[in-house]
């Protein structure tokens, strides 16, 4: 499966911003799917995941609350809605997706096997 994220851009502290994910050459619904984020000289880190039938989701601590992960199986898209952007939220953000079952892979990295190109969010204070 082919990922593609947008929806990145820069915004102002208290912002909102919503990514979404495109998934081509391949059925979405076959995956398990997340958000990721990076920042300079940092590991990749998770900020969300969802599982396949979207019915159950996790989140990093930092972002509980604000952001929402959901998904749409009819359109091979994946999304994440970002409020109350922090500065500390800049990072360049990534989509992946997993055929490791949900167990397993709701809140690790290194299952995920299909990665989309990143797309940048600033916040500026």
């Known amino acids: 499966v082919q990922l593609q994220a947008s929806g990145g851009g820069t915004v102002q502290a208290g912002d909102s911003l919503r990514l979404s994910c495109a998934a081509s050459?391949?059925?979405?619904?076959?995956?398990?799917m997340g958000w990721f984020r990076q920042y300079p000289g940092k590991e990749r880190e998770l900020v969300a995941t969802?599982?396949?039938?979207?019915?159950?989701?996790n989140y990093v601590d930092s972002v509980k609350g604000r952001f929402t992960i959901s998904r749409s199986n009819l359109k091979n898209t994946l999304y994440l809605q970002m409020n109350t952007l922090k500065p500390e939220d800049t990072a360049v953000y990534y989509c992946?997706?997993?055929?490791?079952?949900?167990?397993?892979?709701?809140?690790?990295?290194?299952?995920?096997?299909?990665w989309g190109r990143g797309t940048q969010v600033t916040v500026s204070s």
């Open positions: 969802i599982s396949r039938n979207g019915a159950s989701t």
């Open positions: 050459g391949g059925t979405s619904s076959g995956y398990v």
């Open positions: 992946a997706a997993t055929t490791t079952i949900w167990m397993y892979s709701n809140s690790r990295t290194d299952v995920y096997n299909y």
